[in-house]
């Protein structure tokens, strides 16, 4: 768009996590400039005559989701003007919708030119090999519940007046956000599930106590007491700490970003992947899921749940069950759960996917094999969950989930999509589980 050439990116450093990390400690740089070489003219450092301009502070930030004639009219007669710019906080500040070609461009680069660094890719590897040891299947969970995104969010997690003055006092050191409605954000579906909530809509999902669980977090917030409940309802509950030595693990362990390269390694390659949140992390996940061939990514419809969940002890746990499967419909990662085109193209990569002749054909006998089948529960994971697409998985890719937003706007459109009659859970006479709830 801008005819210009790259210097390879430099990563915040000054955020809440206090990463010294480059981009050469995550990524392969070498790898990077040589794939995109027929694209972009990139070069590691700022050639040395331009490098004054920049100190005098030429950076600028675009606005989000800014289209190519954006970019043509606010920042390309600086950068004429300039011969340089930097552009500051890049993510999202590329419009969803730009001409195909640019978006395969995207994609080139998400998926493909951004490998990480050696002793990440091995580090990361030899966790899914120790997983896949455990078990031939296992989910992985996505869990953001550390004490900054819980103050971020602005909601209220039952912690009483130590929580509130803990968050209260992270949360000032953003200084324009404003005086949040904990209540409010809950019921706009803004607060990330807790590992309770997760694990309950797990099991209400038909996943078996037997399930080997890859939990992908940070600091939990309360620590071992908050991540106690999700333990009890999957005993088989793994994090890196729990599969890597601490002398493995020595090289990452002081940088958070590393530590998040290592997670993202396992959740990609796990056979089903949740995540609590609609972080950028979670995003990236699933678009990339989604592009390397259909693999299920459970998002919750917190908005939905969350009323549910403030309920739950007011009902037996096949009911709660069957609630929350009806309204996880259209959240579960299915093929055609909406229409192509929506959402940010983070996760719904369409332009980049192409469409086997006849796909809408082999999804729904698909699901219509699915609806007449009944589950089976191998290493606690719902087969259909897992096992919808064996053959071609790269060309049947019509999987969307919906911005917080649009929840209620598109429910006819899920309806259409084929999934009135899916249904495939399991074990909901589970007398622990009803003890859970009257707690």
């Not at 740089?29 to 331009?50: A, M, N, R, Y």
């Not at 660094?117 to 040891?133: A, F, H, P, Y």
């Not at 793994?238 to 493995?248: G, Q, R, V």
Request: with cysteine; net charge positive.
């Amino acid at each position: 768009m801008l005819n210009a050439t790259l210097v390879v990116p430099k990563l915040d450093q000054k955020s809440f996590w206090k990463d010294k990390s480059n981009f050469g400690d995550i990524f392969d740089v070498d790898w990077f400039i040589s794939f995109l070489s027929k694209d972009v003219v990139i070069v590691k450092e700022l050639p040395e005559k331009f490098q004054k301009v920049v100190g005098r502070s030429h950076g600028m930030r675009v606005p989000r989701k800014c289209t190519q004639h954006c970019y043509e009219n606010r920042v390309l007669p600086v950068l004429l003007k300039r011969h340089v710019v930097e552009l500051t906080k890049f993510d999202y500040r590329l419009a969803n919708k730009l001409d195909t070609d640019l978006q395969k461009l995207r994609c080139k680069v998400n998926y493909h030119a951004l490998q990480f660094t050696n002793s990440i890719s091995e580090m990361g590897q030899k966790l899914v090999d120790r997983m896949k040891k455990r078990s031939r299947r296992f989910l992985a969970l996505h869990l953001r519940f550390e004490p900054d995104m819980l103050a971020f969010s602005g909601c209220y997690y039952g912690g009483g007046d130590k929580e509130r003055r803990e968050l209260g006092a992270i949360r000032k050191r953003w200084k324009t956000l404003h005086i949040s409605s904990p209540d409010k954000e809950r019921r706009h579906g803004k607060c990330p599930l807790t590992p309770q909530e997760v694990g309950l809509m797990l099991r209400a999902l038909g996943f078996g106590s037997d399930l080997h669980l890859y939990v992908a977090s940070g600091e939990v917030y309360g620590g071992e007491e908050t991540l106690a409940p999700l333990k009890a309802l999957f005993p088989n509950f793994y994090t890196k700490d729990t599969l890597a030595s601490k002398e493995e693990l020595e090289p990452f362990s002081s940088y958070s970003s590393r530590m998040a390269a290592l997670d993202y390694i396992v959740c990609d390659q796990s056979d089903v992947f949740v995540t609590n949140n609609n972080g950028n992390m979670a995003r990236m996940l699933a678009g990339r899921r989604r592009y390397f061939g259909h693999k299920p990514t459970i998002r919750p419809n917190a908005k939905k749940l969350n009323s549910l969940f403030l309920n739950r002890r007011n009902m037996t746990w096949d009911a709660f069950a069957s609630r929350v499967r009806a309204c996880q419909k259209g959240f579960m990662g299915e093929p055609n759960e909406v229409r192509p085109g929506r959402g940010e193209f983070h996760e719904y990569p369409f332009a980049c996917i192409c469409e086997h002749p006849d796909a809408r054909e082999r999804i729904e006998a698909i699901l219509q094999h699915q609806s007449k089948s009944k589950s089976k529960n191998v290493g606690g994971l719902p087969t259909q969950n897992v096992e919808a697409h064996t053959e071609d998985e790269s060309v049947v890719d019509d999987t969307d989930w919906l911005e917080k937003d649009e929840f209620d706007d598109n429910s006819q459109t899920q309806q259409r999509a084929g999934h009135e009659d899916y249904n495939p859970f399991i074990k909901t006479d589970e007398p622990e589980l009803e003890e859970m709830l009257s707690d």
